[in-house]
């Protein structure tokens, strides 16, 4: 099929989900990959695939940059030759932190669409909703988390502060060096990266071609409409163009001279085994995260700024298991069998992009989702879906538009 209906240029979650409700909306469909569905390059695979409710925290928080040389710092900013980097951060310091209801409802979503589509099938294995511990090592941060235990469940997130003997009945394999916990019953998590193969395969059931190892290179252009997708495995000539290739995404479009207000940022992911909490479980202070696998567990954290580098720095997984000790100690000398590290594509309002790319008639973009792209891209992949058929979106499509940061517009407002 080298002339679909939609062209998904993209096979992570965020465009596996895109084919996905375009399918379901009855045209044809065809995803372009890099790499393998699923494979070490893709940003969806290595990570602990936390789902659900929690977690909606923008990026931007306060004091987040006057720490941004620091290499252990919550988000290190690695000098470098890029003209896009101080722009980027200058957006990311004056974000505006009033995105959380508009994140939750698109992750509430989300949860929605994938408890259906995991309900049965091949998919239902690779999704688990038993709840998710926020540990807590200080008595500053445990009392922060308890006062913000009203706010969030007036938003609707069912949380509520554990006392000691709750959380041992919880976990009772582990043993916690913390002041208190917090837990949301809506925690849930995906099964990565079984859960893309699946979905992938459940794609190709309902008649979306999926192409592996094959990479968008160039772009025939006549006037605002993309005639031709050229690849590395041959040419394709699509009606619709959706770019959904994660990180990648703003070199992409800069051969259609767009220019995105997107930055990669490196996390790390290291996989244990043996001893593993029963549920999801986040290390609050740190931010970091602990999935359950079939035999250990998953420990994804880290946000760095260092360019389209995917290497994996040893020095930051030492952190991630000191980390793990502090609030786990017979975890303290647990050994990594797996370290994975990739690229998430952030934009400096943590809001991703979804809609039409001006001036184009015919390009849309969905990317930006940054570290929480599994709990949005099903949400974002049903609004792309809607806006490229030209239906009633069912929610709010302007905080996500890619124009948002473009001068024109900024001075026109």
């Known amino acids: 099929m080298r002339d ?14 895109c084919a996905y409700h375009l399918r379901r909306a009855g045209v044809s469909v065809a ?5 393998p569905v699923g494979g070490p390059q893709s ?38 030759w890029d003209f896009g980097l101080p722009r980027w951060l200058w957006y990311l310091h004056r974000a505006d ?3 959380v209801p508009v994140l939750l409802d698109l992750k509430k979503r989300s949860l929605e669409i994938l408890r259906e589509v995991c309900a049965s099938g091949r998919l239902a294995g690779t999704y688990a909703e038993p709840g998710m511990i926020v540990a807590y090592r200080t008595a500053q941060g445990f009392e922060q988390a308890c006062r913000a235990v009203p706010t969030l469940a007036a938003r609707g997130v069912p949380m509520r502060v554990l006392d000691p003997a709750e959380l041992s009945d919880l976990e009772p394999d582990l043993e916690f060096d913390i002041c208190g916990a917090t837990y949301n019953e809506e925690g849930a998590y995906l099964r990565v990266p079984d859960f893309l193969r699946e979905l992938s395969q459940a794609l190709q059931d309902m008649g ?21 997708v050229r690849t590395t495995r041959g040419d394709f000539r699509p009606k619709v163009v959706v770019l959904a290739g994660g990180a990648w995404s703003a070199r992409c479009a800069r051969k259609l001279d767009i220019e995105m207000l997107l930055q990669p940022v490196k996390g790390h992911a290291v996989t244990v085994r043996g001893t593993a909490p029963r549920r999801p479980l986040t290390l609050g202070e740190d931010r970091v995260a602990i999935a359950p696998t079939g035999d250990g567990f998953r420990i ?27 609030y786990l100690p017979q975890l303290e000398h647990a050994a990594p069998a797996e370290v994975w590290s990739g690229l998430r594509p952030t934009t400096p309002d943590s809001l991703p992009f979804v809609g039409r790319a001006e001036p184009y008639q ?8 940054g570290h929480i792209g599994m709990g949005l891209a099903p949400a974002s992949g049903r609004l792309l879906a809607q806006l490229v058929a030209g239906e009633a979106p069912d929610l709010d499509p302007v905080p996500f538009r890619v124009s948002r940061y473009d001068r024109r517009e900024r001075h026109q407002r």
Do not use: W
């Open 300 to 326: 994804g954290g880290v946000r760095e700024l260092v360019g389209l580098d995917s290497s994996v720095s040893r020095h930051r997984v030492d952190g991630m298991l000191r980390t793990v000790g502090r």
């Open 208 to 228: 979306v071609e999926i192409h592996p190892h094959t990479e968008a290179v160039d772009f025939e252009v006549a006037g605002r409409t993309l005639r031709q």
């Open 31 to 35: 995803v372009l990959e890099r790499g």
């Open 97 to 99: 932190k009033g995105v």
């Open 4 to 17: 679909p209906d939609v062209l998904v240029i993209g096979g992570g979650v965020v465009g596996l989900f």
């Open 362 to 369: 015919n390009l849309y973009i969905a990317c930006g989702h």
């Open 43 to 80: 940003c969806s695979a290595g990570n602990t695939g936390f789902i659900g409710t929690h977690g909606t925290a923008p990026l931007a928080e306060p004091g987040l940059l006057r720490s941004a040389l620091r290499r252990d710092g919550p988000l290190y900013v690695k000098p470098r």
